[in-house]
């Protein structure tokens, strides 16, 4: 069985050392988050992702998710225990609004939850995972009647949430989306069509399920601009707020799939269901848009918290198996082998996964103190500032810590050699798991796009800018002979981003072809600046903690290892990127359709 420890030390590290959060406690919520409230707040969350949710990981992905034949379905054994204590727990609503039953701590503390909580078992996080999304999008864009009449059973997770974009022909290019909305006399609408891959869509955890549901209404334009986003709840609620009658949307099916196996993929049937606008019409996508800056960065860490669970696996296992002696002569003459951790490769890859995690960490954590600021700073200046990089480190946290965190679980595989790819040691199932983030949330070549086509030139280009100008000023403040591993490297890849941005602005206008040919490029060339950056920030503060000689010296030395091996062996990547940016897209396009 898979084993799992929540990374709580490495966290207190990074809200307290490295961002100082105390720094923001005039911001709602973040007073309730001081350093003595967050530890027990994040060990609380860490028992119960090891105790409670973990053991249902492996199980519940052999049996599955079940639809009988009146559409109901059924999680695996034991979830519905376990999104009990859960809900009981309060962790549905840690960042929801106290007028709605939440607690109003920051929503960083949802998201280093919600890291644990993947990585204990990715298919159970996305019930609540999905509630939230929905929550937040009924929060910024519902009238007070709705807010009132679905919040506080959400936040209290007696009722779940789900997203509904995706149709059979439509996906990325939701202009094609065809399930129609037709309004009644009393202003409610009945929504008619077909939804597929709906995460959560049935399910047998809550009392009710409150589906938002993208539709376009009888006579509204074709293409993005005629979308409108409804609520459609499963039962109606009653005019006391109970579920009442039973509405007309239903499981078709349930998807066999790749992993996840213990997350319900619906098939949505939508005949008629009576459905109620939130926002206003034709505005759907940009409803949907205010909320996904948050839902990318949520898949980003499914990202992250995959690739921890499949490391610590890994180096278990690293520092147990018995294969052959050390290049240097036996470490461990008494045994009849050395443990394979002596082994350099086998070191290549540990070191890889660990270098990753930690900034990755890091990167999601100042993100997600980016969110907290853009909704409840009171300084308008620094709201904007906050919502330009939380837009333009959005799809970098999803791209890069998806792509990475997949290929992480098949290194943290490939330690376990052929046992890796044997079911009962739990690491083909990480590797299954984590395929899936790289796909749903727009797809990553879609969110190197975004970044390149959208984020980058957006207010002339002043989210980038900013990001420029914050990156060379920490350069600038930190030429110290100390800081000198870390920097340097960090410097020369700055130049690459830099390069590869003005090659973008010289290039791409004109041919957009070259755009999208470095946009994969692209995303991930930044993706490592803002890791090599991460790292400086840690390597400074770990020195800090080394020379106050607070206890911790230890585990501080070999944070400064794990970021020297990322700015030798992990950012020098920036190069090859931007020399495949530079080359531009002829080769790529010159090939005719027929001849693939
Ligand atoms: C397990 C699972 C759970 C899901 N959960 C949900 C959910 O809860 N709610 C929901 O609404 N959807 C959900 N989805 C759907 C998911 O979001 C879509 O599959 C995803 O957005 C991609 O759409 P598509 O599958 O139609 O691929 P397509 O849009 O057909 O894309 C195919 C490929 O073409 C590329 N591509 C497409 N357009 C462009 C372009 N313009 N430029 C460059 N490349 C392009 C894409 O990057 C991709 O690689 C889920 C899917 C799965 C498998």
Known sequence: MPVYKAPVDE??????????ISRYNNLPGFADASPDLLEPILSEAAKLCEEVVQPLNLPGDREGCTRHADGSVTTPKGFKEGFKQ???????????????????????????????????????AMYPGLTQGATAAILRHGTDEQKAAYLPKMVEGRWTGTMNLTEP??????GLLRTKAVKQSDGSYKITGTKIFISAGEHDLAENIIHLVLARIEGAPAGTRGISLFI?????????????TRNAVACGSIEEKMGIHANST?????????????????RGLNAMF????????????????????????AAVYARDRLQGRALTGPKFADKAADPIIVHPDVRRMLMTMRAFNEAARALVVWTALQADIAHRSPDEKARQAADDHMGLLTPVVKGMLTDQGFA?????????????????????????DARIAMIYEGANGIQGLDLIGRKLPKDAGRAMQAFFAEVQGYIKAHGDETMKPYVAPLMAALGHLQQATMWLMQNAMAKPDNGGAAATDYLGLFGLCALGYMWCRMAETAQAKIASGNGVAERM??????????????????????ARIQAGAASMMELPAEAF
């Not at 949520?298 to 610590?312: D, H, K, R, T």
């Not at 046992?419 to 990480?430: N, R």
């Open 11 to 20: 966290v207190l590290f990074l809200l307290n050392d490295v961002f100082q």
């Open 290 to 313: 205010t909320m996904m800056n948050e839902a990318r960065l949520g898949v980003g860490v499914q990202g992250l918290a995959l690739s921890e669970v499949a490391y610590q696996n």
């Open 408 to 432: 992480n679980t098949v290194l943290a595989q490939q330690i376990f050699g052929g046992h890796g790819y044997i079911a009962e040691h739990g690491m083909e199932q990480f590797v299954r």
């Open 557 to 578: 030395k070999g944070k400064l290892v794990t970021g020297r091996f990322f700015m030798e062996r992990m950012l020098p990547e920036t190069a090859a990127h931007l």
């Open 169 to 174: 022909h439509c996906g990325t290019d939701l």
């Open 86 to 124: 859960y809900t009981d727990g309060g962790w549905m609503g840690i960042s929801a609004p106290t007028e709605y039953g939440g607690q109003g701590l920051p929503g960083l503390m949802t998201t280093l939850a919600n890291e644990m909580l993947n990585s204990a078992s990715m298919a159970f």
């Open 232 to 244: 459609v709840p499963k039962f109606l609620p009653k005019p006391d707020g109970s579920p009442g």
């Open 266 to 282: 619906c098939v949505m049937n939508y005949d008629g269901a009576t459905g109620f606008l939130i926002g206003e019409e034709n």
